[in-house]
């Protein structure tokens, strides 16, 4: 875009507001404030807007309603002229903004309001109903009497509010360029490799010619070498690339490194025992997620807390739970079940997924080749329920089941039978915030087809997992999806408001298709029963490739059909179809893995990381091994296996996502309790926590303060605040569950 089409000045005699000189206070020693009333304690002074907005100060806040139907960013304005800068001299731009309904975008602006309109400094937010604190640091470029701060809110076909409180450009302050710390060049598993597995690293360098490598064991001996490979440039970082293959060593140890270019990798270990380890401690993850229940210091030290959401004041409870209003008129008690994420949300599209994956993980252990159930066995977890003669696996989800099937709307009431797609605050809280401290009012959001799905799949595959151990449960849960099941055949186009986003996340899904196949598949697996039988063979997901580049996710859940239809036993007509499906998803992941200098099985469209993206990239990984299951060769478990280095450290930031898991590991992921970067006082997630991982679509303001332009792999910052690439989830540590059982599986 030509910068001078940006051009300012010529709104100016649109002036809605005079300008008037206010004093305002130095925030700091040498900080001075350049912004006048930028709190709008004097309604609009100093202000002033195009004039196709209506604006005006609201609750303390400048809101503007934005007509639908202009050009540009720049048809539309709010903007205070007269800004003094110095060149040279660093500046915090920094706002609050909320837009009606979200994700519309303002162009924030720090430029010129004369000739020749530069623009110094810009970012263009994507905005969120609730609201978010946006702040910048950045350099003048030059001195002006004439700068001007402007928020641009034009370019929108539909009309939209847009509300601003707390703007403010402080000169004087420390500039903070962000450069992540990416440690030695050699990019290896920080973990381990398995001693007959695959050993594969990657170094960045600038030689286009192959260099040598050596394996060097704690001692310093030199116990392998030979050449990498140049790969070019890698897409997914920018970097030019070499990869090491050190496979051919398969000797036991602990501390070795491998050397190249002049660097030394991290340590890490050849043996299996941390996969065992990785697998234990990504399911304990679940236990302190729980909501409803005190967690317990013997179990957990370090991470005890006071049950959430009781009714014990400040909370406002979840055992009589009214809908928002006009949803419903009746109550519920949604208690217990896990805490979503970092946030206090409890959604049952989400909760589905989740349940799925680690009953399959349990599930796969009694089908599969290389399976051991006893991995899952009673004691594994250290949960108030060890000692029950039950897996521990299976205790641990039936706190999730036993919250799925509460949010099932009561016979007698409208809807009877779909579930409640999620319970959630009235409005969203801040960090840190203990779930038992949280006091917001708790909220029922409505029934949808997609949640009904989610829980009509869930209980229908714990039918069939419990039945050894509780029958009365196995046949609740049984009963509950087949209402569940009917319910939503009677309203199969009933979705989440994807604006319905206040107090906590929106999990909204247009497509159900693919959950009606897979609640139709757990079903069939359950009962054998010819409805469900031809539900899914008259499916057109049946037969659709659904491996796609993203893989399988909370949204698009056709896999687990096709996984379980692959692997659990049955008498599918055409089941040898489903199989071979499968392996041909895994050739692809398989090719993409080859292809890609970091070995993983993740190429996104146009190099576009997802939310979430490493739970992404081992779900891609749980194809993989399934693939291994349905076949036995030895290519698909080794592609499964190599998928794990990428997410313990074989990365272009050289970092594993993994809390407590190599040298350097995330550890300051977004959560509400787990929050020692805010307060040292809270402990940091419990060792096995996934985070999720680069993001290029950067949505927190602290991600898009500091990465901007940042390259797939680079979108990704271990801060608190970076909610859209560093949270934790339930769905998210349910694939690094499934994935560690699997490699652990393979030692
Ligand atoms: O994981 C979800 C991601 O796929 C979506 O794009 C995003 C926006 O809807 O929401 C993510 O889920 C969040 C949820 O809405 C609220 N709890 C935290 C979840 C992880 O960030």
């Given at each position: 875009?030509?910068?001078?089409?940006?051009?300012?000045?010529?709104?100016?005699?649109?002036?809605?507001?005079?300008?008037?000189?206010?004093?305002?206070?130095?925030?700091?020693?040498?900080?001075?404030?350049?912004?006048?009333?930028?709190?709008?304690?004097?309604?609009?002074?100093?202000?002033?807007?195009?004039?196709?907005?209506?604006?005006?100060?609201?609750?303390?806040?400048?809101?503007?309603?934005?007509?639908?139907?202009?050009?540009?960013?720049?048809?539309?304005?709010?903007?205070?002229?007269?800004?003094?800068?110095?060149?040279?001299?660093?500046?915090?731009?920094?706002?609050?903004?909320?837009?009606?309904?979200?994700?519309?975008?303002?162009?924030?602006?720090?430029?010129?309001?004369a000739a020749p309109y530069d623009t110094y400094y810009e970012v263009s937010p994507q905005l969120s109903v609730s609201g978010n604190t946006y702040s910048y640091t950045f350099t003048a470029p030059a001195d002006t009497a004439q700068g001007q701060v402007a928020f641009q809110i034009g370019g929108s076909a539909e009309p939209w509010r847009f509300c601003t409180d707390d703007v403010s450009l402080l000169g004087g302050v420390a500039p903070e360029p962000y450069e992540p710390d990416t440690g030695p060049r050699v990019r290896v598993n920080q973990?381990?490799?398995?001693?007959?597995?695959?050993?594969?690293?990657?170094?960045?360098?600038?030689?286009?010619?192959?260099?040598?490598?050596?394996?060097?064991?704690?001692?310093?001996?030199?116990?392998?070498?030979?050449?990498?490979?140049?790969?070019?440039?890698?897409?997914?970082?920018?970097?030019?690339?070499?990869?090491?293959?050190?496979?051919?060593?398969?000797?036991?140890?602990?501390?070795?490194?491998?050397?190249?270019?002049?660097?030394?990798?991290?340590?890490?270990?050849?043996?299996?025992?941390?996969?065992?380890?990785?697998?234990?401690?990504?399911?304990?993850?679940?236990?302190?997620?729980?909501?409803?229940?005190?967690?317990?210091?013997?179990?957990?030290?370090?991470?005890?807390?006071?049950?959430?959401?009781?009714?014990?004041?400040?909370?406002?409870?979840?055992?009589?739970?009214?809908?928002?209003?006009?949803?419903?008129?009746?109550?519920?008690?949604?208690?217990?079940?896990?805490?979503?994420?970092?946030?206090?949300?409890?959604?049952?599209?989400?909760?589905?997924?989740?349940?799925?994956?680690?009953?399959?993980?349990?599930?796969?252990?009694?089908?599969?080749?290389?399976?051991?159930?006893?991995?899952?066995?009673?004691?594994?977890?250290?949960?108030?329920?060890?000692?029950?003669?039950?897996?521990?696996?299976?205790?641990?989800?039936?706190?999730?089941?036993?919250?799925?099937?509460?949010?099932?709307?009561?016979?007698?009431?409208?809807?009877?039978?779909?579930?409640?797609?999620?319970?959630?605050?009235?409005?969203?809280?801040?960090?840190?915030?203990?779930?038992?401290?949280?006091?917001?009012?708790?909220?029922?959001?409505?029934?949808?087809?997609?949640?009904?799905?989610?829980?009509?799949?869930?209980?229908?595959?714990?039918?069939?997992?419990?039945?050894?151990?509780?029958?009365?449960?196995?046949?609740?849960?049984?009963?509950?999806?087949?209402?569940?099941?009917?319910?939503?055949?009677?309203?199969?186009?009933?979705?989440?408001?994807?604006?319905?986003?206040?107090?906590?996340?929106?999990?909204?899904?247009?497509?159900?298709?693919?959950?009606?196949?897979?609640?139709?598949?757990?079903?069939?697996?359950?009962?054998?029963?010819?409805?469900?039988?031809?539900?899914?063979?008259?499916?057109?997901?049946?037969?659709?490739?659904?491996?796609?580049?993203?893989?399988?996710?909370?949204?698009?859940?056709?896999?687990?059909?096709?996984?379980?239809?692959?692997?659990?036993?049955?008498?599918?007509?055409?089941?040898?179809?489903?199989?071979?499906?499968?392996?041909?998803?895994?050739?692809?992941?398989?090719?993409?893995?080859?292809?890609?200098?970091?070995?993983?099985?993740?190429?996104?469209?146009?190099?576009?990381?997802?939310?979430?993206?490493?739970?992404?990239?081992?779900?891609?990984?749980?194809?993989?091994?399934?693939?291994?299951?349905?076949?036995?060769?030895?290519?698909?478990?080794?592609?499964?296996?190599?998928?794990?280095?990428?997410?313990?450290?074989?990365?272009?930031?050289?970092?594993?996502?993994?809390?407590?898991?190599?040298?350097?590991?995330?550890?300051?992921?977004?959560?509400?309790?787990?929050?020692?970067?805010?307060?040292?006082?809270?402990?940091?997630?419990?060792?096995?926590?996934?985070?999720?991982?680069?993001?290029?679509?950067?949505?927190?303001?602290?991600?898009?303060?500091?990465?901007?332009?940042?390259?797939?792999?680079?979108?990704?910052?271990?801060?608190?605040?970076?909610?859209?690439?560093?949270?934790?989830?339930?769905?998210?540590?349910?694939?690094?569950?499934?994935?560690?059982?699997?490699?652990?599986?393979?030692?």
């Amino acid at each position: 875009m030509n910068r001078r089409r940006t051009a300012l000045l010529s709104l100016t005699g649109l002036l809605a507001t005079a300008l008037t000189a206010l004093p305002t206070a130095p925030a700091g020693a040498d900080e001075v404030e350049q912004v006048k009333n930028g709190t709008f304690d004097n309604g609009t002074d100093s202000w002033w807007t195009t004039s196709n907005l209506t604006a005006g100060v609201t609750d303390g806040r400048l809101c503007a309603d934005v007509p639908g139907g202009t050009a540009n960013r720049w048809d539309a304005t709010i903007g205070q002229n007269d800004i003094a800068l110095v060149a040279g001299e660093s500046y915090r731009f920094s706002f609050t903004a909320t837009g009606t309904p979200a994700d519309h975008v303002v162009r924030a602006v720090v430029g010129l309001s004369a000739a020749p309109y530069d623009t110094y400094y810009e970012v263009s937010p994507q905005l969120s109903v609730s609201g978010n604190t946006y702040s910048y640091t950045f350099t003048a470029p030059a001195d002006t009497a004439q700068g001007q701060v402007a928020f641009q809110i034009g370019g929108s076909a539909e009309p939209w509010r847009f509300c601003t409180d707390d703007v403010s450009l402080l000169g004087g302050v420390a500039p903070e360029p962000y450069e992540p710390d990416t440690g030695p060049r050699v990019r290896v598993n920080q973990v381990a490799y398995l001693p007959s597995g695959p050993k594969n690293a990657t170094l960045v360098t600038d030689a286009a010619e192959k260099l040598r490598w050596r394996l060097e064991n704690r001692d310093g001996r030199v116990v392998a070498h030979g050449w990498t490979v140049p790969r070019g440039t890698d897409v997914s970082s920018g970097q030019n690339v070499h990869s090491i293959d050190f496979g051919r060593y398969k000797k036991r140890g602990e501390g070795y490194t491998l050397v190249a270019d002049g660097e030394t990798s991290r340590p890490f270990d050849i043996g299996a025992r941390a996969y065992e380890t990785l697998l234990t401690d990504a399911a304990k993850f679940y236990y302190p997620q729980r909501s409803g229940l005190a967690i317990r210091d013997d179990l957990r030290p370090g991470y005890a807390r006071p049950a959430g959401h009781l009714g014990v004041a400040p909370n406002q409870g979840d055992t009589d739970v009214p809908c928002q209003p006009g949803v419903c008129d009746y109550r519920l008690d949604v208690s217990g079940g896990w805490y979503d994420a970092g946030d206090h949300g409890k959604y049952v599209v989400n909760g589905g997924i989740s349940v799925w994956e680690l009953l399959s993980t349990y599930e796969r252990a009694l089908h599969a080749r290389t399976g051991d159930p006893s991995a899952f066995r009673d004691g594994t977890l250290d949960i108030p329920e060890s000692g029950n003669k039950v897996p521990d696996l299976l205790d641990e989800v039936r706190w999730e089941l036993e919250f799925l099937l509460k949010m099932q709307v009561p016979q007698g009431e409208p809807l009877a039978g779909m579930a409640h797609h999620k319970i959630h605050d009235e409005a969203w809280t801040g960090l840190p915030l203990l779930p038992s401290d949280d006091p917001q009012k708790r909220e029922l959001h409505p029934p949808t087809t997609a949640a009904t799905l989610n829980l009509a799949a869930a209980a229908a595959q714990a039918a069939r997992l419990y039945k050894p151990h509780d029958r009365e449960f196995a046949a609740r849960a049984l009963e509950a999806a087949r209402t569940a099941w009917a319910a939503a055949l009677a309203h199969p186009d009933v979705y989440a408001d994807e604006n319905d986003g206040i107090g906590g996340g929106a999990y909204p899904d247009r497509n159900v298709e693919d959950e009606f196949y897979w609640a139709a598949a757990e079903l069939y697996l359950t009962t054998g029963e010819r409805d469900f039988r031809d539900f899914v063979l008259d499916s057109p997901v049946h037969t659709a490739d659904i491996f796609g580049p993203l893989g399988f996710d909370w949204a698009r859940t056709a896999a687990a059909a096709r996984l379980d239809l692959a692997t659990v036993p049955n008498r599918l007509p055409g089941r040898d179809k489903v199989r071979r499906s499968v392996v041909e998803g895994a050739d692809r992941y398989l090719a993409t893995l080859k292809a890609h200098p970091y070995g993983i099985p993740y190429a996104p469209e146009d190099n576009k990381y997802d939310w979430g993206s490493t739970h992404q990239v081992l779900n891609n990984a749980v194809v993989l091994a399934t693939a291994y299951d349905i076949t036995g060769a030895a290519k698909y478990r080794d592609g499964a296996v190599q998928t794990m280095d990428y997410v313990l450290g074989r990365n272009a930031l050289n970092i594993s996502y993994v809390t407590g898991y190599g040298e350097a590991a995330a550890h300051n992921q977004h959560s509400r309790w787990y929050a020692r970067q805010l307060d040292p006082a809270l402990p940091q997630p419990p060792d096995g926590s996934l985070s999720g991982g680069p993001n290029s679509s950067i949505q927190d303001p602290v991600a898009q303060a500091k990465l901007q332009g940042c390259v797939a792999q680079f979108c990704y910052i271990d801060d608190i605040q970076s909610w859209s690439t560093n949270e934790i989830t339930i769905n998210w540590n349910a694939a690094l569950t499934r994935v560690a059982a699997f490699v652990a599986d393979q030692g």
